[in-house]
């Protein structure tokens, strides 16, 4: 019969990396220093690693709901009724996440979108 504490010594093994001690386990499941302790306000420098990161921007007008037959009927110049009234705020979502309220503008002949609030908190996720 095998000794049961070399069981769980095997088990235990097959999970250590080769080469690692003790102690090497023990300080790399240490958490991360923190990048950055003090309060000092942050500057455009400081984004800079992450300038170049695509992001998908949606604004929206307002939702509906409707039935796939009723979808199918739609055609050119078919109307949908939208769930937000003329002149009310639109939703500005960045990858699916609300982050903003704004306004439709019109800038050299092309829509645009002017922000009138900007949502900090979570309570509004898509």
Do not use: H, W
Request: hydrophobic share 35%.
């Amino acid at each position: 019969m095998p000794d049961t504490e070399s069981e769980s010594d095997l088990e235990l093994q097959e999970f250590d990396q080769p080469g690692e001690t003790p102690e090497d386990q023990e300080q790399s499941s240490a958490p991360p220093a923190a990048i950055d302790d003090d309060d000092e306000p942050k500057t455009a420098v400081d984004l800079a690693p992450v300038y170049d990161v695509p992001v998908r921007i949606s604004a929206v007008l307002g939702k509906t709901k409707i039935n796939v037959d009723d979808l199918l009927a739609l055609s050119r110049g078919s109307v949908l009724e939208l769930d937000r009234k003329v002149g009310e705020a639109i939703d500005i979502y960045v990858n699916n996440r609300i982050v903003a309220r704004g306004e439709v503008v019109i800038v050299d002949e092309q829509l645009g979108v002017t922000m009138t609030e900007i949502i900090k908190d979570n309570a509004g996720k898509a």
